[in-house]
């Protein structure tokens, strides 16, 4: 079973990093829709089943990636 990843506003920044400098607000990563605020494109992640949109997926998604990834890494790290 899967467990499912719980998105922060830390999650949204640092993805929000691979994208060219945000002129006119923050972008959906998934969907690539603008929002004004950091709060109104978390609700969007939250909410984009209702809006038609699996952006929470996308993001629950790259979080578990992110996480297994670090587990990997600690595993692979020399002891001291």
């Known amino acids: 079973a899967t467990s499912r990843a719980t998105i922060t506003v830390q999650d949204i920044l640092t993805i929000s990093q691979w994208q060219p400098e945000a002129q006119h607000g ?14 109104s494109v978390k609700t969007h992640i939250q909410h984009s089943s209702q809006e038609g949109y699996s952006c929470n997926v996308f993001y ?19 002891r001291v």
Request: contains cysteine; proline residues 6%; charged residues 20%.
């Open 26 to 39: 923050y972008h959906c990563l998934s969907c690539c829709r603008v929002f004004p605020t950091l709060w």
């Open 60 to 78: 629950c998604r790259l979080k578990a990636l992110w996480v297994k990834e670090g587990k990997a890494q600690e595993a692979a790290a020399p």
